[in-house]
């Protein structure tokens, strides 16, 4: 069974570096899939972050682009995000997920995500 | 970017009743559209993808179909355990999300 769990602080100052880490187990990161974050504000909708292949290929929100940094560290089965920059608005639940995702066009993809985290909660205050 | 819209954002129904949720895309899409289904402070389970497959473990009672911009989540009788929100997703974008509640 694969199990995603994502750690790291769960308080971050405005302008800081937000950073989480997610540890996949029952599956090897090497495998065929990609990995991705999303990510809740509180009462609201789901926001994809982006994803990550182990070749280190990654996609990113272009609203986010700028800020968001994913990696890989395949000797520990686990990927992780950081967000730079961070304001109140960055306050969410950030999950990650095992992605299925392929390219159909440069803007369309055949990308859904399973098996999810359980999601940790991250807020941005001094 | 494509974006998604869902419709309606809330429902009330009854246990056993046909719920019907709606999902545009901004653009084509073929049938890249995925359904999730989260509970209050759970993480979304994929219910659906591919507009119409059923992912595996998931209750027959869900189905979905649609192609181009016009897809549709249904579930033919509804449990207590389906109150949720749902989502529909393509690419990088997620519906608002329809909340299922108890009337």
């Known amino acids: 069974q694969v199990q995603l769990q994502e750690s790291g602080p769960g308080l971050v100052k405005p302008s800081g570096t937000l950073s989480l880490t997610c540890a996949v187990s029952?599956?090897?990161?090497?495998?065929?899939?990609?990995w991705t974050w999303v990510r809740q504000p509180p009462g609201k909708g789901l926001e994809w972050i982006g994803e990550?292949?182990?070749?280190?290929?990654?996609n990113y929100n272009p609203s986010l682009k700028s800020r968001v940094t994913i990696s890989i560290d395949k000797s520990k089965n686990q990927f992780s995000l950081k967000l730079n920059s961070v304001t109140a608005a960055d306050a969410a639940v950030y999950y990650c997920?095992?992605?299925?995702?392929?390219?159909?066009?440069?803007?369309?993809?055949?990308?859904?995500?399973?098996?999810w985290g359980q999601g940790t909660l991250v807020t941005v205050s001094s | 970017d494509i974006q998604m819209t869902q419709s309606p954002s809330s429902l009330s129904a009854s246990v056993g009743d046909r719920v019907t949720i709606s999902c545009r895309a901004s653009?084509?899409?073929?049938?890249?559209l995925n359904w999730y289904q989260q509970k209050l402070g759970k993480a979304p389970k994929l219910l659906i993808y591919?507009?119409?497959t059923l992912q595996s473990g998931v209750p027959s009672r869900f189905s979905a179909s649609g192609s181009g911009t016009e897809f549709t989540l249904t579930i033919s009788s509804l449990q207590p355990e389906d109150f949720a929100t749902y989502y529909c997703?393509?690419?990088?974008?997620f519906g608002g999300g329809t909340k299922v509640e108890i009337k």
């Open positions: 997920a095992r992605a299925q995702s392929l390219k159909v066009f440069d803007w369309l993809f055949l990308r859904w995500f399973d098996p």
């Open positions: 029952g599956d090897s990161i090497n495998n065929n899939n990609w």
């Open positions: 990550i292949y182990h070749s280190g290929s990654t």
């Open positions: 653009q084509i899409i073929s049938s890249y």
């Open positions: 591919g507009a119409s």
């Open positions: 997703q393509q690419s990088g974008s």
